[in-house]
Structures are given as C-alpha cells and as structure tokens.
C-alpha cells in the first residue's frame, strides 16, 4: 500500500498496517510528512542523528524528506497518514513524538475509511482537524549515542 504513496495525487494518503515481531524497515523517506500513530505493540524509529519510542497509544510525526528507519517490538497495529505539508506549513520540520488524544485515533481511522470509499474530500477535512498542532509536544526523544 505505501509504493503507491508516490502515485497517489491527494494531499492525504492513510493506511492501517500491521506488523509481526521483530519487524524493521530499510533507511528510507517519503515525499510527504508522516504521523503514525501506535495502537498495539512498541516501535522505535531512529534518523540519522535521534532515535525516538513510540509506545502504544503515541504517535510520531516525521516531516517530508526525513531518513528514518522503523523497529517493531510485538505486534505491532498502526495507523498512518502521509501528507502534503504545503497546506500546513506550520507544522514542524524536526520529529515529535506526542501522545494520541481520545479523538486522534477514530479522526486518522476516519481518514483509512474515506480513502477506501473514495471519499477524498472527506480526508482532506478530517485532516483539517487534526493538522492545525502548531503545538505539538514532544513526550520522547533522545541523541543516538
């Protein structure tokens, strides 16, 4: 589902995956911004200079063009938005970490779901109400030794 993040023209491109233990991605980046928010399982995410945790029941923003690479501890079940950052140029340009609100799960959930159904500008909307965090906090992160 991610290969098709280059072909797909939307501002929003959301999905759900999940991951068995042990999972680790290769050092790779995307085009878009991403906030993956963690709902079962731990994953840890490093760049080339941090590394961060993400718990479940926490999300992490990754701006446009960040080389990351992604590990899985258990199981892992995430859901993740990757977005066009031009409509919202405030957000910020390093990684956060921050702890998902009651609301922020079933907004992103509601992203997958207008996606799958075709109902883009939906997303769009949705987003609108999750992407004004010009405040976002960052709960975890720490220099790679």
Not at 60 to 69: E, F, L, R, T, Y
Not at 82 to 91: E, I, K, R, S
Not at 130 to 139: G, H, K, N
Request: aromatic share 8%.
């Amino acid at each position: 589902m991610v290969a098709r993040l280059d072909d797909d023209k939307e501002p929003v491109f959301a999905i759900e995956s999940v991951y068995s233990t042990g999972f680790q991605s290769s050092l790779h980046s995307h085009e878009r911004g991403q906030i993956t928010l963690v709902r079962t399982g731990l994953m840890s995410m490093m760049t080339g200079d941090r590394s961060f945790v993400v718990p479940a029941g926490h999300a992490i923003w990754i701006p446009a063009g960040m080389q990351h690479v992604s590990h899985g501890y258990g199981n892992i079940c995430m859901l993740s938005a990757y977005v066009d950052t031009n409509p919202w140029p405030d957000l910020p340009k390093s990684c956060a970490v921050f702890q998902g609100s009651d609301l922020f799960e079933p907004l992103l959930k509601r992203v997958v779901v207008h996606q799958l159904r075709h109902q883009r500008s939906h997303s769009v909307a949705v987003c609108q109400a999750i992407f004004p965090c010009r405040r976002i906090r960052v709960c975890a992160g720490s220099a790679t030794p």
